[in-house]
C-alpha cells in the first residue's frame, strides 16, 4: 500500500513562501489524483488544491487561487504544494491524500482515502 508523506511545513511571516512536498513510498502513486487538505484548530478539514496524476489538471479552492499551485513530479512520484503570499489565515496543519475516484471536483476529504501524516504551516502576522 502506498504511504503518502509530507514535508516543507513551518514558521513562515506573512507575505513569505513555502513549499511542501508529498512523497508517496512503497508503491508507484497510482491514484486518479492528489489533494492537498488543511485543518486548522477547532475547524474541519478544508480542500486547498488537487491535480490529476497523468493529465495534470489542477483545481484550487477560492481561497488560495493566485497564491498557490499544485504540480508533480512525475519521475519522482511526488507532488508539491507552492505557496506564494502566504496569510495568518493559511496557519494549519496540511495534509496529502490520494484518490482513485474520477470526478469534476475534489473539494471533498471523504472521497480521499490515502492519507499523509500531515504537516504544520504557521503564517506569522
Known amino acids: 500500500q502506498v504511504q503518502l508523506v509530507e514535508s516543507g511545513g513551518g514558521l513562515v511571516q506573512a507575505g513569505g513562501s513555502l513549499r511542501l512536498s508529498c512523497a508517496a513510498s512503497?508503491?508507484?502513486?497510482?491514484?486518479?489524483?492528489m489533494g492537498w487538505f488543511r485543518q486548522a484548530p477547532g475547524k474541519e478539514r478544508e480542500f486547498v488544491a488537487a491535480i490529476t496524476w497523468n493529465d495534470g489538471d489542477t483545481y484550487y479552492a477560492d481561497s488560495v487561487k493566485g497564491r498557490f499551485t499544485i504540480f508533480r513530479d512525475y519521475a519522482k512520484n511526488t507532488g508539491y504544494l507552492q505557496m506564494n503570499n502566504l496569510k495568518p489565515e493559511d496557519t494549519a496543519a496540511y495534509y496529502c491524500?490520494?484518490?482513485?475516484?474520477?470526478?469534476?471536483?475534489?473539494?471533498?476529504?471523504?472521497?480521499?482515502?490515502?492519507w499523509g501524516q500531515g504537516t504544520q504551516v504557521t503564517v506569522s502576522s
Open positions: 512503497g508503491h508507484t502513486f497510482s491514484h486518479y489524483a
Open positions: 491524500a490520494g484518490t482513485y475516484l474520477k470526478t469534476s471536483h475534489y473539494y471533498y476529504a471523504a472521497d480521499f482515502g490515502s
